[in-house]
């Protein structure tokens, strides 16, 4: 039998060419009314969703609501 390459998908780039691992892409992460609350009471808090947005053109490159990844943005 022989071994089939998956090819992985190009990652989606900004007007700029930035992917979301470039140091120009920040994850911004948002979060719901009951989140801010137990931030503002400084209890820990997890977004519901994770934007990795260009610093330069304001583009938003990919939007995650993956579990591991919103833990991980803490």
Do not use: S, W
């Amino acid at each position: 039998m022989e071994e089939t390459e998956q090819l992985e998908a190009p990652l989606r780039t900004c007007r700029c060419g930035f992917h979301k691992h470039d140091l120009h892409v920040t994850p911004r992460c948002r979060y719901g009314v009951f989140a801010v609350l137990r931030l503002m009471m400084g209890v820990t808090a997890y977004p519901y969703e994770v934007r990795y947005q260009c610093e330069r053109c304001g583009e938003v490159i990919e939007t995650t609501n993956d579990p591991e990844i919103l833990r991980l943005q803490v």
